[in-house]
């Protein structure tokens, strides 16, 4: 029945393949939520809308920040007034030439209740910093004003899943303010959405790249070749490397297992990519249990973190400890440092903890990008080796999100997307449980350095922090981050320039080989 299903699907997508020389198709594992950015998104949406959006600044590849529509921005001697200085020439997909008043008018869209915007507590308050004033002094200036200076401020502009923040002609609503579709500044206009099936976004003639001469991040070179890009809804891993092999699809993330056989086609060239998503084991430091910091640091002691991060990746991995991505420009050695595998040293803690063989069950689920249940029966393995009665329960993910939500569990095998500031990777899993129960690490000493960390905006002295914060870490271990994300995409040899970033697919430095 199964290769009756995928044989019926793949002719379907034959069928539909593109003919266009310049055309190419992008599979996404579901259907995009919505086109309107930063509202109502997951990370296919955004992968598919940042072609078509722009914000004032984007993130480089090593995470830190960088203009974007904006050609410079000055951050006044209190650090608390910042002043974007519009590119020249920059044009909306309408043909209308962007101005400080579009900038304006998207940043009141987005303040209002109303847009529902995921990011609008960033920026309002209540979670610490608030925006007092945003203003348009003459077309080619914006000015925003800070209560308190932030080093997170630009970050959070150029967060992926806030929509980079992005600039929209005001066309892009009706005209009782309802969203209609994007018009934005980006490499590709909006095409065609057929839910469920595919959405297509078409070159946009007069777009005006960012400086560089390659892509660089989300901002850098962004002059593309293609004429159409498809991004067309294929669920089904099988279903998707017999697309990539047939010529059906043109690019796609695929499964680590997936990768050998896709390496050995001739049609086929496959890449390992990193990202910044942090594959943990958490702890529930309020367990009667794991509030017990020695039967934590024993966990610790008992995995043999490069063997199990080499196994779930199918050798691909690398570990790292720290919540500090190894792609950030602020690793370096401390973060290298790490949980030393040691079962001895694990069972004397044990001991020492007064640990007496009640079960320890880790909650871990199965969706097939994340390594959660692989991890979780290797950890166990390893648990159960030096005495410790580890359990698993494996459950659906909405049913796994609720209880981290609810801090309802002893350990589970849990993966944070992308942070790129390693203050906002912290901040992840760092606060106050009593007011957020989703916190892992609630630790006064912890917090006060992450609050430093996002104000201070001196590299050499945020570093310090950071190095503090990871030392604190490993000492207190309220969690175990064990890797990062290494994610496996494939492409036909006749895309060239396609490489993926942070786990989205990057087409506008890409093109179509001629040979």
């Known amino acids: 029945m199964m290769k009756r299903t995928i044989a019926f699907t793949l002719g379907t997508l034959l069928a539909a393949a593109p003919a266009a020389a310049q055309t190419v198709t992008v599979a996404l594992n579901a259907d995009i939520r919505s086109t309107n950015p930063g509202v109502n998104r997951d990370d296919n949406t955004d992968a598919v809308v940042l072609h078509m959006v722009e914000g004032l600044v984007g993130y480089r590849e090593n995470g830190s920040v960088a203009p974007l529509l904006a050609e410079k921005v000055d951050v006044s001697p209190d650090g608390r007034t910042y002043t974007f200085t519009l590119r020249k020439g920059v044009k909306f997909h ?26 609008r507590s960033e920026f309002d308050g209540r979670s610490g910093l608030k925006v007092e004033k945003a203003e348009a002094p003459d077309a080619a200036t914006f000015v925003m004003t800070l209560d308190r200076p932030s080093a ?11 929509g980079m923040t992005a600039v929209l002609h005001r066309d892009s609503v009706t005209a009782d303010g309802s969203w209609d579709k994007p018009i934005g500044t980006g490499p590709f206009r909006f095409g065609e959405w057929r839910r469920g099936e595919y959405v297509t976004v078409t070159r946009f003639d007069d777009y005006s790249s960012p400086p560089g001469d390659r892509p660089d991040g989300l901002v850098g070179a962004k002059r593309t070749a293609l004429a159409e890009v498809k991004f067309l809804v294929v669920p089904d891993a099988s279903t998707v490397k017999a697309a990539l092999v047939s010529g059906a699809v043109d690019l ?19 890449g390992l990519y990193p990202s910044a998503t942090k594959h943990t084991f958490l702890f529930q430091t ?23 991060v080499a196994a779930v990746s199918n050798g691909h991995g690398k570990a790292n400890n720290s919540a500090v991505a190894l792609t950030s420009a602020y690793y370096g050695d401390v973060q290298r440092k790490a949980y030393a595998y040691d079962p001895e040293k694990a ?39 030096v005495g410790i009665n580890a359990e698993i329960e494996v459950l659906e993910w909405a049913t796994q999100l609720d209880r981290y939500n609810k801090g309802n569990y002893q350990m589970m095998s849990f993966s944070y997307s992308a942070r790129l500031d390693p203050a906002l990777s912290y901040e992840q899993f760092s606060g106050p449980k009593d007011r957020q129960p989703r916190k892992v690490w609630d630790d006064p000493a912890a917090q006060d350095l992450i609050e430093k960390a996002s104000v201070i905006s001196d590299e050499a002295e945020r570093r310090k922090l950071f190095d503090h914060l990871h030392e604190l870490q490993l000492e207190t271990t309220p969690l175990i981050i064990f890797a990062n994300g290494q994610e496996a995409w494939a492409h036909t040899k006749r895309l060239e320039g396609a490489d993926p970033w942070e786990g989205k697919p990057r087409l506008w430095g890409a093109r179509v080989a001629t040979n």
């Not at 004397?348 to 029966?377: D, M, Q, W």
Request: hydrophobic residues 45%; contains cysteine; glycine residues 4%.
């Open 94 to 119: 309408n043909g209308a030439e962007l101005t400080a008043d579009d900038v304006l008018w998207s940043w009141n869209r987005y303040m209002d209740p109303k847009t529902d915007w995921r990011c």
């Open 152 to 162: 997170l401020f630009l970050d959070s502009l150029a967060r992926t899943d806030c």
């Open 252 to 270: 796609a993330q695929v499964l680590d297992s997936d990768v050998p056989e896709l390496s050995a086609s001739k049609s086929v060239a496959v």
């Open 286 to 308: 309020r367990d009667p249990l794991l509030g017990n910091v020695k039967l934590r640091q024993a966990i610790a002691a008992s995995i043999d973190i490069p063997e199990l």
């Open 347 to 385: 069972k004397r803690l044990l001991a020492e903890a007064g640990y007496k063989g009640e079960p320890i069950r880790i909650i871990a689920n199965k969706r097939v990008h994340v390594p959660s249940f692989n991890a979780a029966v290797i950890a166990q393995a390893m648990m159960q080796a």
